[in-house]
């Protein structure tokens, strides 16, 4: 009977141990990687998606691991390896725009059981693994905002867009800012200067003070840091139009409004996914009535008809019954680009392969 006891007693104990391992294994945080191509305090593009991921630290049963300054390069293989095999990553954000191909499209299919959501990439059924996938918001919808604000705010006319590279995202933004702008006043004209990169400081001086020398009095730009722009600027006694985190704090007297990402809202739905072991999401966006993005709060110096014009739009936007691209639109060459009788959803995937600047954009693809 003693034996038969402790047999049962060992079973018992055996039992509870897996148990024990199994509510172990049940409470162990996920792991998520960030993976950002400047400084996570650039005023821009890092820190939006940064203090996304501090949101995200707070959620129950999540651990965040973060990797800053990492290139466009191999570099970013070797960091996303090392946030699987040393940290235990089974989500991995890596954030910058040339992530994706080759880099996330490398390492993802030596590690199956890792998911993997890209910034801005195109994600494709026919071609990309199951496990990759992308996530980006419709921040066209707060560039057209902010050119509606320049539209009212500008006295001569001329705005100014210091851009990095003339990528479908970069093209559907300075798109935007133009169309709003022209909204208020058909005649006025946004003139646009590449850089060639997305952190390019003495380059973005130089295109400001450049577009400043010819007259440009209200500035908006997308590059991953815009404090240059909006410094100098601002030292020129010009204004500016933010993007992608607030910059007022820079400058808050020539600050007019700006187009900020709300990146956690796409962050939770993809964690949240994988938390539960649904399948992941492959092709995430929203806008703004989603709560992908949002404006900046209306500087001291804007006026009252542009806030309200402003939020007129906005209203529209939230309501889903305002199209930005909508035709009869030509390009800057003339050509139309959307007929008369077509109106482009912010869902359509046309829009993501933008490669034209619209009427009244003074440069070139």
């Known amino acids: 009977m003693a034996s038969w006891?402790?047999?049962?007693?060992?079973?018992?104990?055996a039992g509870a141990g897996l148990a024990f391992s199994g509510l172990v294994r049940a409470q162990k945080p996920i792991?998520?990687?960030?993976i950002y191509v400047g400084a996570k305090d650039d005023f821009g593009y890092n820190q939006a998606h940064a203090e996304a991921a501090t949101q995200v630290k707070a959620m129950p049963g999540v651990k965040v691991v973060e990797e800053e300054n990492v290139p466009e390069t191999v570099a970013v293989q070797k960091s996303m390896q090392g946030m699987i095999s040393q940290d235990g990553a089974a989500v991995l954000f890596p954030t910058s725009f040339g992530y994706f191909d080759p880099h996330v499209l490398a390492v993802a299919p030596k590690n199956a059981n890792v998911r993997f959501a890209h910034c801005g990439g195109l994600w494709n059924e026919a071609k990309h693994p199951r496990s990759v996938g992308s996530f980006f918001g419709y921040i066209d919808e707060c560039q057209y905002l902010n050119g509606v604000v320049a539209g009212h705010m500008s006295k001569s006319g001329k705005l100014g867009f210091v851009a990095a590279k003339p990528i479908p995202q970069v093209l559907r933004n300075i798109n935007a800012f133009t169309l709003g702008a022209r909204s208020v006043n058909p005649a006025f004209t946004t003139t646009v200067i590449f850089t060639g990169d997305w952190s390019m400081p003495v380059k973005e001086a130089e295109a400001t003070n450049s577009l400043a020398d010819q007259g440009v009095d209200v500035f908006?730009?997308?590059?991953?840091?815009?404090?240059?722009?909006?410094?100098?600027?601002a030292r020129r006694g010009k204004m500016v139009c933010g993007y992608h985190a607030s910059q007022a704090k820079l400058a808050p007297a020539a600050y007019l409004t700006g187009a900020e990402w709300n990146w956690v809202t796409a962050y939770r739905q993809i964690i949240e996914a994988a938390?539960?072991?649904?399948?992941?999401?492959?092709?995430?966006?929203?806008?703004?009535?989603?709560?992908?993005?949002?404006?900046s709060p209306y500087g001291a110096t804007v006026s009252e008809a542009a806030r309200r014009n402003a939020d007129a739009v906005k209203?529209?936007?939230l309501a889903g019954s305002f199209d930005i691209f909508a035709g009869e639109l030509k390009d800057n060459t003339g050509k139309v680009v959307i007929a008369k009788s077509r109106s482009l959803k912010q869902t359509d995937l046309e829009l993501e392969g933008m490669n034209y600047l619209v009427e009244g954009v003074v440069g070139k693809v």
């Open 5 to 13: 006891n402790r047999r049962v007693w060992m079973t018992g104990m």
């Open 31 to 34: 792991v998520v990687g960030f």
């Open 220 to 233: 908006t730009m997308h590059v991953d840091g815009p404090k240059v722009v909006v410094e100098t600027a």
């Open 275 to 295: 938390k539960s072991g649904k399948p992941h999401p492959n092709f995430v966006r929203g806008g703004l009535k989603d709560g992908f993005v949002k404006a």
């Open 315 to 317: 209203a529209r936007m």
